[in-house]
C-alpha cells in the first residue's frame, strides 16, 4: 500500500520561504515521475513542479508562475522529495499536494494532476499580504 505524507506547510507574510516534504512508504520516488500540485479555493487543482528524480536532470518542469522562485529536489536516501517555495506571494495560498506515479512517461504531462496514482493528504500554506 502507498501512502503519501506532506509536512512543511504553515503561515508566512509575503516575501517569505517555506520548503514543504514529501515521504513515501510503499513506493520509491526514483522510479518514475513525481509532482507538487496545489488547489486553492474555487480553482483547479494545477501542477507546481514535476521531476523524475531517478532520471535525467532534464527531467524537471515548473509552472510558469512559480519559475525562480520553487525549487523542487530529493534526497534518495531518504526517499523524500522537496519543494523549497522562495519569495511567495498571497496568491500561492493553496493547499499543496505531492503526487507519485505518473501514468504518461512524457514530461510535458507530469504536471497534469489527472496522469498521478498516488496523493498524498495535503498541507496547507497561507501567505499574507
Not at 31 to 40: C, D, K, L, P, V
Request: aromatic content about 14%; hydrophobic content about 30%.
Amino acid at each position: 500500500q502507498v501512502q503519501l505524507v506532506e509536512s512543511g506547510g504553515g503561515s508566512v507574510q509575503a516575501g517569505g520561504s517555506l520548503r514543504l516534504s514529501c515521504t513515501a512508504s510503499g513506493y520509491t520516488f526514483i522510479s518514475n515521475y513525481m509532482g507538487w500540485f496545489r488547489q486553492a479555493p474555487g480553482k483547479e487543482r494545477e501542477g507546481v513542479a514535476a521531476f523524475w528524480p531517478g532520471g535525467n536532470p532534464y527531467y524537471l518542469t515548473y509552472a510558469d508562475s512559480v519559475k525562480g522562485r520553487f525549487t523542487i529536489s530529493h534526497d534518495n536516501a531518504k526517499n523524500m522529495v522537496y519543494l523549497q517555495m522562495n519569495s511567495l506571494k498571497p496568491e500561492d495560498t493553496a493547499i499543496y499536494y505531492c503526487a507519485a506515479y505518473c501514468r504518461s512517461m512524457d514530461l510535458r504531462y507530469s504536471r497534469d494532476p489527472s496522469n498521478y496514482s498516488y496523493w498524498g493528504q495535503g498541507t496547507q500554506v497561507t501567505v499574507s499580504s
